[in-house]
């Protein structure tokens, strides 16, 4: 077994009009990282301010979308191990020792968090959840029907991965089918993907920014596109 002996740990939390939850994530997350770096959205509320206040590092994303903030944070972390974990209270800071361990330990390249294996408080209940369970099981399928591999959740924002690794997946997608395009690419170009169970809280204020109907579309489209 190889270990690593001392990876500096860099977490990224994407946040867009997250003023009431920001500060609770980042105080819980410091103890697990190097640096704490919040990249804000256009935020119309105090998103920026509550961070700072936080003492976490502040930058700004282009506009796009969740997936274009992950890819600036990428460019700019200076870690070798990033921690990227939403910024509503969905994710526990708590899980994120056992989310690092595989990859401190030399056994991954990647880590997610899987919902399926570790529940979700969130992904089930009205007919907005259903769809998007369904959609997800299904580009699930697809990824391990194409790779010959067995994953349980394509679409966890609860990940770790070392900072080389992401920067050689060379992302493009600027919303939330990141996380998709994270998985595939990691499988496809060859690196270690491990899943472990994580469990997904219900978001601690406000609303989802994800509008299924603006895109599925680009879901379907982003997964030919990295499946073939
Ligand atoms: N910086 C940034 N963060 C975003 C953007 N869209 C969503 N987020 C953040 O990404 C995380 C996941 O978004 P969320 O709406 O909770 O998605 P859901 O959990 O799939 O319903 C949250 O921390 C959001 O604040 C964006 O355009 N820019
Ligand atoms: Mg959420």
Redesign the pocket.
């Given at each position: 077994m190889i270990m690593t002996p001392v990876m500096k740990v860099s977490i990224v939390?994407?946040?867009?009009?997250?003023e009431k939850t920001i500060g609770r994530v980042i105080d819980g997350c410091r103890r697990y990282g190097d640096e704490v770096l919040v990249?804000?959205?256009p935020s119309a509320d105090d998103t920026a301010l509550v961070a700072i206040a936080h003492g976490a590092r502040i930058i700004q994303?282009n506009g796009k979308?969740?997936g274009a903030?992950l890819r600036e944070a990428i460019n700019n972390v200076t870690g070798e191990l990033i921690v990227f974990i939403?910024?509503?209270g969905?994710h526990d800071p708590d899980d994120i020792p056992r989310l690092i361990e595989p990859i401190l330990n030399g056994k991954a390249d990647h880590v997610t968090g899987s919902r399926l294996l570790g529940g979700s408080s969130?992904l089930h209940g009205g007919f907005d959840e259903f769809f998007r369970l369904m959609g997800s099981s299904f580009i699930t399928a697809c990824i391990n029907w194409r790779y010959g591999v067995s994953i349980s959740d394509s679409q966890n924002?609860f990940r770790a991965i070392k900072t080389d690794v992401a920067k050689r997946l060379a992302l493009k997608e600027n919303i939330?089918t990141i996380e998709q395009e994270m998985i595939m690419k990691t499988i496809k170009r060859g690196f270690t993907l491990v899943e472990i169970p994580t469990h997904e809280y219900k978001?601690q204020a406000g609303a989802?920014?994800?509008r299924l109907t603006k895109v599925w579309f680009r879901y379907v489209y982003s997964l030919v596109k990295y499946l073939i």
């Open positions: 939390i994407p946040a867009l009009n997250e990249v804000n959205g994303d979308g969740k903030a939403d910024a509503d969905s969130e924002g939330t978001r989802s920014k994800i």
